[in-house]
């Protein structure tokens, strides 16, 4: 059995961890593969500012350290910030999938313009940053948002009639104004309105984080991982740095 660990990149309970577990549902995964959710120590309340980001960077990076000496096979990140991806590609062999990156080449495999669909403006920097690195700024046909305050915590649950149908109307307009061929998802945490999405837009809708669970499983299946002259390791790791800073953090009130 391969054992996946997914980084929740908040702090929450484990009844608000059901919800980020209820991703698997949306994808058909093979018998020998499982998934185990950890949340992270220490995490901004969003991720909007770089000193945001660099607080993210930290705690998933802590988070996953340890995956591979826990005897985990690959670890995904459930944040379309890929936040630490890199670093924990430097500190792990096993695979370690991000949405961010994969979404949008995935989108790409399956038209030739996209838009992202998002919650909320304060995230557009993150998606900017995706397609800058990646060079595919012309592909995306527009970056939209209902302007809704996401709910890292609790997500779409309780606001779904006023949520769903507004993502659908915004996603209408990427499809008619903007010329978009594929919808993808701002978000791992929108992944409630996927299938609302799906049944209703004529245009496929890219569901980040599932697409990692059955990245996951195809990397291990096929014996792959990153590339150590892309992810060098570090000549003098602090890994008990980096532990003892976010234990430090985690007695922290958020």
């Known amino acids: 059995m391969k054992r996946v660990l997914v980084i929740v990149p908040f702090p929450m309970s484990e009844e608000n961890r059901d919800q980020r577990r209820a991703q ?36 998933v990076l802590e988070a996953g350290l340890s995956a591979q000496a826990r005897g985990y096979d690959a670890v995904c990140i459930d944040t379309m910030s890929d936040s630490g991806v890199a670093a924990l590609r430097s500190a792990l062999n096993i695979p370690v999938i991000g949405p961010g990156r994969a979404s949008v080449l995935t989108a790409m495999m399956l038209g030739n313009r996209f838009s992202i669909l998002a919650m909320w403006p304060h995230w557009k920097h ?17 970056i939209r948002w209902i302007d809704a305050t996401p709910d890292n915590q609790a997500l779409m649950a309780g606001k779904e009639e006023d949520i769903f149908p507004a993502l659908e109307a915004m996603a209408r307009r990427c499809i008619t104004e903007d010329g978009a061929e594929v919808i993808l998802l701002g978000s791992t945490t929108m992944h409630q309105a996927h299938a609302y999405l799906a049944a209703r837009l004529p245009v496929p809708v890219v569901n980040p984080g599932p697409l990692t669970y059955k990245l996951a499983e195809a990397m291990l299946g096929l014996g792959l991982t990153h590339s150590r002259a892309a992810y060098p390791t570090s000549l003098a790791p602090k890994d008990d740095v980096i532990h003892a800073m976010l234990e430090a953090a985690a007695k922290i009130p958020h």
């Not at 058909?28 to 950890?38: A, K, Q």
């Not at 945001?52 to 930290?58: C, K, N, Q, R, S």
């Not at 993150?126 to 527009?142: E, I, M, P, R, W």
Request: proline share 4%.
């Open 126 to 142: 993150l998606y900017t940053k995706t397609l800058t690195d990646l060079g595919l700024s012309n592909h995306c046909a527009s």
């Open 24 to 59: 698997l549902t949306a994808v058909e995964l093979g018998p020998g593969i499982m998934f185990e959710f950890e949340s992270v120590r220490a995490a901004p309340r969003n991720y909007v500012s770089a000193a945001d980001m660099a607080l993210a960077e930290i705690g």
